[in-house]
């Protein structure tokens, strides 16, 4: 078992625990792939610390590739004699055959919106040139690829609605590639731009090129190599990559990340730069003098150059720029800041902090549409542009606001909703007549009304009350008998909101219970929640979460041997933490493209910008806290861990574009997993 969580970064997908299990399926042996111990030992200030299968760091040597593939081998093979399975596809695939729509968004005089059939691998973007028209496909990215795996991660539409720059990415990596679209033929032009990561693209109003950021051409190694360096480029139609206007770089923070957008009057070019993951960051601001014909070189003003909170660029009257922000105000403000007299002492508040979150701003039809987190769950409300309040708009039940789109001018705007048995609907708000309707409604195979979904506190072990929520089916005995899967994540101020699943549905039809706790770390009640779950008060984050089953099992819903944890990224860390600081709690594990080398996750690829979150074990003030809950380092032999299946991937971003038929599969092998190491009844089917 030692072996198999050890190598969780190492590409493919692997098993751990089956032959140790806490669950009540029978017990099975499996003859794990051999793994050569090196004798490699690290010196972290003064604490000598073995890493005996370093080797495994490099995946493109011939002993890892062995290794891997032996390892996927056995997995599959497991999987596959798992006689629920093909019954837990069959329905996985039902459910998921319905048509998705994304929210549409306007660009002169032309509608865009995002579609799934239902089974497509990836969802086609539309134009519409009204919304009765007949819609027509502008991009189709299944044709990009025969597997389905190249997806669109990046889309803007230029300012006269006439060209479409758009990245793509391959097999759920963050690298992206550009290309420009022309909107009414639906050709591509000669622009192609690589070696992008964590960007958007932003157009000048002329249309004559974007604004985009780009790291520099990484070795051989893409896949391992620090990114660092990030620059911001100009690009200029027609003309090729080498030739792009660079805008701004800082050569002495190489850490340093940065994008711009182009304010909507087209005078100024915004500039975000961050550090890592923390939210704090600068904004500095170019003057692009004329709209018709901008300047993209000249002088980058340093408005805000400290990281001394978050600023988020909302829009502009001219010179005075609006920001939301958490500069002392935990739960965010809208401030006002004239560029012309930029002093702390003339900044004007627009909205105040309130006692909810206010997660995300838009200006529309000359309004503040304000979307708010309460207690985790949404509520969308509209203020004038001096603050005003103007009204809540209802939301159909506890849920989440998603996209929201429409421009200043506009006098509509539509907005997605969702929550665990809602599915995703997208909503269109008339700003003249003030009525509210239903734009895009789905139809799926599944009666919710047999179900309920309820929000409980529960105390964690130093006395904080944390939120969580239980959706089941109506009538639930609290006899402990039922089988519980509990998802956390609990980092980088992400905030876990109710939202709609297939793969729940199908978990729930068989009696399941689904619980989603909203841990610290998370942005759930602001900078504050976060700043409780990050560096040396990650414990928190992990005491939630544990503090959570405890519940769960005390009230009744469920036992250890019936509860599985599941997390991804972030989460997938806290599944390793949970599983090797409680095994007994648990009956089975799904950590996914977990953090699982607390002491080494810095030295590859986009890791360095965790540290913002996480610490350093450079750091000699860090490292104590890293090594106590690192879950490579604290696996203890002969120790009984739950059934645990790890799932990773050799280019793994953030599953961004993952095609649905992977995701099906993906999901029926997660399922039949938990239906046999929790002994679900009845897990072949409904």
């Given at each position: ?176 590639e550009f290309r420009v679209r022309d909107v009414a033929e639906g050709r591509d032009l000669s622009d192609h731009l690589k070696w992008i990561k964590f960007s958007g693209a932003s157009w000048t109003n002329d249309g004559a090129g974007f604004f ?152 529309i039809h000359d309004t503040f549409v304000a979307n708010y987190m309460h207690d985790a769950s949404s509520r969308l409300r509209l203020f004038t542009l001096e603050g005003r309040l103007v009204k809540d708009l209802p939301l159909p039940t506890l ?288």
């Amino acid at each position: 078992m030692t072996t198999s969580l050890l190598c969780s970064l190492a590409g493919g997908f692997l098993l751990t625990g089956m032959f140790t299990s806490a669950a009540p399926a029978p017990a099975q042996t499996l003859q794990y792939p051999a793994a050569r111990k090196s004798d490699v030992v690290d010196d972290y200030h003064g604490t000598r610390v073995p890493d005996p299968y370093r080797w495994l760091e490099d995946p493109d040597s011939p002993e890892s590739r062995a290794w891997i593939e032996a390892q996927n081998r056995l997995t599959a093979a497991y999987l596959a004699e798992i006689p629920a399975r093909a019954a837990i596809r069959e329905r996985l695939t039902k459910l998921w055959n319905y048509p998705k729509y994304g929210t549409p968004f306007r660009k002169a005089r032309r509608y865009f919106f995002f579609k799934n059939d239902g089974l497509q691998n990836q969802s086609v973007l539309y134009k519409q040139a009204s919304l009765t028209a007949d819609p027509e496909t502008l991009l189709d990215p299944n044709v990009l690829s025969e597997d389905g795996t190249v997806a669109l991660s990046t889309l803007a539409v230029s300012e006269d609605g006439r060209l479409l720059a758009y990245g793509t990415s391959a097999s759920g990596s963050d690298w992206e590639e550009f290309r420009v679209r022309d909107v009414a033929e639906g050709r591509d032009l000669s622009d192609h731009l690589k070696w992008i990561k964590f960007s958007g693209a932003s157009w000048t109003n002329d249309g004559a090129g974007f604004f985009y950021s780009r790291y520099p051409e990484p070795g051989d190694k893409a896949l391992t190599d620090v990114n660092r360096f990030q620059r911001l480029y100009y690009h200029r139609l027609g003309t090729e990559q080498t030739e792009d206007v660079l805008v701004y770089e800082r050569p002495d923070q190489p850490d340093w990340g940065m994008n711009a957008e182009v304010t909507d009057d087209g005078r100024y070019a915004v500039l975000h730069v961050w550090l890592g993951t923390d939210r704090r960051n600068r904004v500095y601001y170019l003057d692009l003098k004329d709209a018709r014909r901008p300047k993209v070189t000249g002088e980058v003003v340093r408005l805000l150059d400290d990281f001394d909170a978050s600023y988020a660029f909302v829009g502009n009257d001219g010179p005075v720029f609006y920001f939301l922000t958490d500069l002392q105000a935990p739960r965010k403000r809208v401030i006002a800041i004239d560029t012309r007299h930029p002093e702390r002492a003339r900044w004007r508040e627009i909205i105040p902090q309130g006692p909810d979150v206010l997660d995300g701003i838009h200006i529309i039809h000359d309004t503040f549409v304000a979307n708010y987190m309460h207690d985790a769950s949404s509520r969308l409300r509209l203020f004038t542009l001096e603050g005003r309040l103007v009204k809540d708009l209802p939301l159909p039940t506890l849920g989440s606001i998603g996209a929201i789109s429409g421009e200043r001018k506009d006098d509509e705007m539509f907005y997605a909703f969702t929550s665990f048995l809602y599915p995703t609907t997208i909503f269109r708000y008339d700003f003249k007549s003030g009525g509210t309707s239903v734009f895009k409604a789905p139809t799926i195979d599944f009666d919710p009304s047999g179900y309920e979904t309820k929000q409980v506190f529960y105390t964690s072990k130093d006395g904080t009350r944390v939120p969580m929520f239980i959706t089941h089916k109506k009538g639930l005995r609290l006899d402990g008998s039922n089988p519980t899967y509990l998802y956390g994540y609990g980092g980088f101020n992400i905030s876990l909101t109710p939202s709609f699943s297939v793969a729940m549905l199908v978990w729930l039809e068989q009696g399941g219970v689904y619980a989603v706790p909203n841990l610290r770390g998370g942005g759930e009640y602001g900078e504050e929640w976060h700043q409780a779950g990050m560096h040396d008060k990650k414990q928190n984050v992990f005491d939630d979460f544990i503090a959570a089953a405890e519940y769960l099992i005390a009230q009744g819903y469920t036992s250890p041997s019936k509860l599985a944890i599941a997390g991804g990224s972030n989460g997938g860390l806290l599944v390793g933490a949970a599983i090797t600081q409680r095994p007994e709690l648990f009956g089975a594990a799904l950590p996914a493209v977990g953090v699982m080398d607390m002491l080494r996750f810095h030295k590859f690829t986009i890791g360095w910008a965790w540290v913002t979150d996480y610490g350093s074990a450079d750091s000699a003030a860090q490292f104590p806290y890293l090594y106590k809950y690192s879950p490579l380092h604290n696996i203890r032999p002969g120790t009984r861990y739950p059934a645990t299946l790890v799932t990773t991937a050799e280019k793994a971003g953030h599953g961004a574009g993952k095609p649905t038929s992977k995701l099906i599969e993906e999901q029926a092998d997660r399922m039949a997993f938990l239906v046999k190491n929790l002994a679900v009844e009845g897990g072949e089917g409904r």
